[in-house]
């Protein structure tokens, strides 16, 4: 089964910007759907983003909508740039790996360790 491994992510002050990456350990199939997903502290993890990745149709939450973009990489990685980060953008970040461009969770079988992104002022 295929692993994904997140890098990026850290402390940003409101305002600013990252970029976090998900590799897989094998090839992305155009077939494929990767999705990014978030979760704070006591709260459900939520859905952020997510691209079908040979036609590149992607979909996102209107909380981020117009502020986070996905964009794929090599053909193992993608991206999630996020923009005009505030406060409540604040939590773990996960990729995922799944089948179907959906919103829920349960639609996708493999995930990221997660990493955690932090917007202070």
């Known amino acids: 089964q295929a692993q994904l491994v997140h890098t990026g992510g850290g402390l940003v002050e409101p305002g600013g910007s990252l970029r976090l990456s998900c590799a897989t350990s094998?090839?992305?199939?155009?077939?494929?759907?990767m999705a990014w997903f978030r979760q704070a502290p006591g709260k459900e993890r939520e859905f952020v983003g997510a691209?079908?990745?040979?036609?590149?149709?992607t979909l996102y939450a209107d909380s981020v909508k117009g502020r986070f973009t996905i964009s794929k990489g090599s053909v193992d990685t993608a991206y999630l740039h996020m923009n005009s980060l505030n406060t409540e953008d604040t939590a773990v970040y996960f990729c995922?790996?799944?089948?179907?461009?959906?919103?829920?969770?349960?639609?996708?079988?493999?995930w990221g360790q997660g990493t955690q992104v932090t917007v202070f002022s």
């Open positions: 691209i079908r990745w040979g036609v590149g149709r």
């Open positions: 995922a790996r799944g089948v179907d461009l959906s919103s829920s969770p349960s639609d996708y079988r493999t």
């Open positions: 094998g090839r992305i199939f155009s077939s494929a759907v």
